[in-house]
Structure formats: C-alpha cells, structure tokens
T-cell receptor, first 113, second 111 residues
Framework: QQQVKQSPQSLIVQKGGISIINCAYE??????FPWYQQFPGKGPALLIA?????SEKKEGRFTISFNKSAKQFSLHIMDSQPGDSATYFC????????????FGTGTRLQVFP | NAGVTQTPKFQVLKTGQSMTLQCAQD?????MYWYRQDPGMGLRLIYY???????DKGEVPNGYNVSRLNKREFSLRLESAAPSQTSVYFC??????????FGSGTRLTVV
C-alpha cells in the first residue's frame, strides 16, 4: 500500500554540492506535501512543506519543487553540508482526511567534506 | 520542555511476553499516532487517535492494541511479542494533520 514512492534510497554528496531527493504519489486528492528530517537516534522533524497551489517553496538552502501534472515533488538541498547528513522522508496527506500522513520509505543522505 | 515523551527508550522482550509503550504530549494536540520504522520500509502507521476517546487502525495494526487514556496520553500494547515486531517505535502528535511532532522513539528487540 505504498502511495508515496521515494528515491533514491541512499545518496552521497560532496560538501557544497546539491542533494536531490524525489517523491511520486498516486492519490490525486493529496494536497499537502511535507518533508521530514531525521538524525540518528532522534525522531523525524518537520523540515519544509508545500501545498499544490505553488510550484516551488524555498526556505534557506532547502527547496521543494512540485509538479502537479506529473504527481511528483522533490527536495533540493543547495550547498550541502556535513550537518545535513540525515535520513529524509517525504510525505503526503489529504486535506479532507484529518487523520494521517503517508510517508515515503526514506533517503539516507551522507555529505562528505 | 514541550514535546512528545516516549518511555522506555530501549526494551528487550522474549517471544510471547507483553509490554506497553507509553507516550505523552504536552502541546494540547488533538491527534496522536504510533508508527514503526524498519530499514527500507520507512514509517508505517500502526494506530492513530484523531481525538480523545477514538482510535483507528493504520497500515500495520496486527499484533498491537492502543489506548487513548486522555488527551495527553496514547499507549501502544504488544500482547504477545513476536520477532517480527522488532523495530523502532515512534509516537507523534499533531493539532491537525499538519506538522507532526515526533518523540525520540523506543527501540524494541524481540528475541
């Protein structure tokens, strides 16, 4: 019942490079798309989120790009730093479903100096 | 500190034993959730509670039960633990379905 597909499973990037993580969804009723960041031994924490009425949202070095027609969204981390090394989860939910987020399978990002 | 508190942080059980994972939040959130995290599987919803007094099954409810004791507390019970329940368990809460706040997790090993 995987409604949100995330890739790649792991990603290695050099310091200063761009990290890109992609997600695709199936349910056209989804209208909220957050990204969560998880450091080892910690719970996930909300990083950035987007609604489908915009195609891009930027917060500092983190940008979400959203393609409604393709049912895809992606996280771009500019000028990647070793401190960005973490697992990233995309998620989606339906505004009319007050219950739950559906998460992707996660991407482990490693940024090397 | 405001947030979601989970206990215990670590637990080892023998097959067939029972235990309850505790979760409490102090943010006056309505909704609470239990997820399990397994390598390559992401976060899978076990049970959730949209409000005090209500609970519903998620994607992987088999082998688990939950209790929403009050608005603050949401517990997860394993009646007869199995090795397949070895996982990291996360509790989360939210005011709506936006902006979940997660606890720091319980690492459970069933031998």
């Amino acid at each position: 019942q995987q409604q949100v597909k995330q890739s790649p499973q792991s990603l290695i990037v050099q310091k200063g490079g761009i990290s890109i993580i992609n997600c695709a969804y199936e349910n056209t009723a989804f209208d909220y798309f957050p990204w969560y960041q998880q450091f080892p031994g910690k719970g996930p924490a909300l990083l950035i989120a987007i609604r489908p009425d915009v195609s891009e949202k930027k917060e500092g070095r983190f940008t979400i790009s959203f393609n409604k027609s393709a049912k895809q969204f992606s996280l771009h981390i500019m000028d990647s730093q070793p401190g960005d090394s973490a697992t990233y989860f995309c998620a989606a939910s339906n505004d009319y479903n007050t219950d739950k987020l559906i998460f992707g399978t996660g991407t482990r990002l490693q940024v090397f100096p | 500190n405001a947030g979601v508190t989970q206990t215990p942080k670590f637990q080892v059980l023998k097959t067939g034993q029972s235990m309850t994972l505790q979760c409490a939040q102090d943010m006056n959130h309505n909704s609470m959730y239990w997820y399990r995290q397994d390598p390559g599987m992401g976060l899978r919803l076990i049970y959730y509670s949209a409000s005090e007094g209500t609970t519903d099954k998620g994607e992987v409810p088999n082998g688990y039960n939950v209790s929403r004791l009050n608005k603050r507390e949401f517990s997860l019970r394993l009646e007869s633990a199995a090795p397949s329940q070895t996982s990291v368990y996360f509790c989360a809460s939210s005011l709506s379905n936006y902006g979940y706040t997660f606890g720091s997790g319980t690492r459970l090993t069933v031998v």
